[in-house]
């Protein structure tokens, strides 16, 4: 890994509609079902509040408040929803629920709510956020349940995207409050955002800042281990600079790549590496009929502005010597050949 960090966010990103083909992909594998409350019905919402932390600072949500009579109807309406995401639509818990707050954030592409559903027996709560639907996105939520070791939890309806929350210390509190821990290994730490950026960059999944991803911990008989779980999926495929897909080069990861520097030669980060693109092999091989309906869904859609897809079309040709790309018309036709690139890379050096 070396040093750079040159990455930045010029605009903000385009949102593109889920397409005929890509939806019927959804619908073929359960992703897509009917939903009583859009996105757009939560925006009409008639007050709102600052939402803080547990030290007081502001977290950039706002708790929102809607009008007497519709507050009924909308939280029943969460919790049926909830209810989808959690149990497959089985209603028997459900008057055990009830909706503590929905908060609103008006930063980031997505403009998400976040809703916090209750048990009233225990108090035990769990998150999930409605968001716009976008194609780019939802393209980036299922290449990370068919490529990553993690399930991913969301359901669509036309304009409407649900997702599950996704636990985990958010990268820029690890680093803040539990990276220097004395009994964390720092040779774990470092390995696994090796492995994270292998697996971002053959998927092409951008703008992995620290406060993109989280840290999940599990203390283990005799040390503690650590994966990162990407939890933004807005930059699927979308920036035309290849090294907008490696986190190495936010200033942001800056502390992790140091990490590696420190405790990893090059011949043990190629090891790590190598091992991630294994097993990334093996779920592009036992996904391979998934993978290729999906591929078919999206083949012809909008997911980034030209220019973007000829300048990521020229670095990565560049990059691993291959012509091929530059003959890309779309996204998702440079995703193929990236991931072709990687198999080919795997059994290239495994033979």
Known sequence: MIEG?????????NVYAVSKSFKKYLKRYGR????????????YFQGAMPCYNKNGEDTLWETVFYHQSLTREIHQSLIRIYSFIKAAGANQAEDHLHVERIDFCVFGNSQPFRVKVVNNYNDVYSYLYIKKADASRILGLELEHLLSPYYINYLVDNDTLIEEHIAGV??????????????????RIAKEFVKFNERCFARLLGDMRSYNFVFDITQDFDDVQF???AIDFDQQSYEGRKNFYLPQFFKENRVF????????????????????????????????HRLGDLKASVDRDELAPPEKIRQLSQELAAYFGNDKFLQCHSMAEVLRIQLRELVVTHLYKSS
């Not at 960090?5 to 990103?13: E, G, L, Q």
């Not at 690890?174 to 964390?184: A, Q, V, W």
């Open 170 to 187: 958010p990268g820029d509190m690890f680093i803040n409050e539990f990276l220097h821990r004395p009994d964390f290994n720092p040779i």
């Open 227 to 229: 994966c990162i779980r």
């Open 32 to 43: 897509e079902i009917q939903l009583p409350i859009s996105y757009d019905s939560l925006r």
């Open 257 to 288: 790549v140091q990490l590696v520097q420190q405790h990893l030669n090059a011949e043990v980060i190629e090891q790590y590496q190598q091992e991630e693109r294994a097993q990334l092999f093996k779920r592009i091989k036992s996904q391979r």
């Open 5 to 13: 960090y040159h990455n930045h966010i010029s605009r903000k990103k």
